[in-house]
């Protein structure tokens, strides 16, 4: 009897000391788990990843992520600075006045066998038409005993690129066209009769300042003339 309850009461210990030592492992066995997630888990992943993306991970994934950001920086910095320093299109500007206005003062010579021209010291005064674009208004002067004699207005088309004026004109039995060119401070000029285009004339004045000249005659002396 004595030796079965010895036997039943080592039995109860082993099974309280294993009982003990399940009770031990199991927070030991959680908390293991727990560690080697935190510690080990984030490697795996990162491992897996490199894996399947090599190159994309870890410090390549940063540059690969901010590299378009740079390069759309870039562009933008590029595109403003451009954007900045470019000169502004060229174009005309609508106050660009006329080159051949002002007062223009020399020789009106004649050119063939023609008994009633001859020749003049002339001074040409061109202003802007008003109310007509690409038109400018002559008056025209010769000098004689040193005082300005008004010859006439005429309507000159203006053609500002080519520094060309042109004015077909008819006075009585005369048809004629007059063309002048503007070189600088320079202009020459022809008048031919139409319809033969018979030259007649040929004029070279250069510009002059206005008190450099006789005092202009009034403006309506010129209606008529």
Not at 55 to 70: A, D, E, M, S
Not at 135 to 142: C, G, I, T
Request: glycine share 10%; net charge positive.
């Amino acid at each position: 009897m004595s030796g079965g309850k010895a036997s039943i009461k080592r039995r109860l210990q082993e099974s309280q000391k294993g009982s003990n030592k399940a009770l031990q492992r199991r927070p030991r066995s959680k908390f293991l788990m727990v560690t080697r997630y935190a510690v080990h888990g984030p490697a795996e992943r990162c491992r897996s990843a490199r894996d399947v993306m090599p190159g994309i991970t870890g410090g390549n994934l940063i540059r690969n992520q901010l590299k378009p950001v740079f390069i759309l920086v870039l562009l933008l910095a590029c595109g403003w600075n451009l954007s900045f320093h470019s000169p502004p299109p060229a174009t005309a500007s609508p106050l660009a006045q006329p080159s051949a206005l002002g007062t223009w003062k020399g020789e009106s010579l004649c050119v063939g066998n023609h008994p009633s021209c001859k020749n003049e010291v002339v001074v040409y005064r061109f202003e802007v038409a008003r109310g007509k674009a690409g038109v400018v208004l002559l008056l025209a002067d010769k000098i004689i005993e040193g005082r300005r004699v008004p010859m006439g207005k005429l309507e000159f088309q203006n053609d500002e690129a080519k520094g060309e004026l042109s004015c077909e004109f008819s006075r009585g039995q005369t048809h004629g066209l007059w063309r002048f060119k503007v070189m600088g401070e320079g202009m020459e000029g022809t008048l031919v009769l139409l319809p033969k285009k018979e030259l007649v004339r040929r004029v070279e004045v250069k510009k002059v300042r206005a008190e450099e000249v006789p005092a202009p005659p009034a403006r309506e002396m010129y209606e008529g003339v």
